[in-house]
């Protein structure tokens, strides 16, 4: 069975940093897409980072790019997301997702996601 946990969400400053966690269970690291969205109020979900399942290339969306930086701890079974430089723009419940996509990670929309994290809230604000 397929699951994923978050941790480490909180309130930072804008310029401040913070690292969120996805425990895993139930398959690899290596054979699944791996992505991080978010979801502020009123919006959309968003993809921020994925993993493609075939070459493992990371890939970020545009606003996001030099300040977040996605990782993988394969000896915890854990995905990891980086976030520095943060902005009140970053605000948001941040989910962690997999799923076993043959194409590039970010041509898929979330609902195509089938393995979802609970969320975790992430503040930005002084």
């Known amino acids: 069975q397929v699951q994923l946990v978050e941790s480490g969400g909180g309130l930072v400053q804008p310029g401040g940093s913070l690292t969120l966690s996805c425990a895993t269970a139930?398959?690899?690291?290596?054979?699944?897409?791996l992505a991080w969205f978010r979801q502020a109020p009123g919006k959309e979900r968003e993809r921020v980072s994925c993993i493609n399942s075939s070459n493992r290339v990371t890939k970020y969306v545009d606003s996001v790019k030099g300040r977040f930086t996605m990782s993988t701890d394969r000896t915890k079974n854990t995905m990891l997301l980086q976030m520095n430089n943060m902005q009140p723009d970053d605000t948001a419940v941040y989910y962690c997702a997999a799923e076993n996509l043959a194409l590039s990670c970010d041509v898929y929309a979330a609902y195509e996601y089938g393995h979802w994290g609970q969320g975790t809230q992430v503040t930005v604000s002084s």
């Open positions: 139930g398959f690899s690291l290596n054979s699944y897409a």
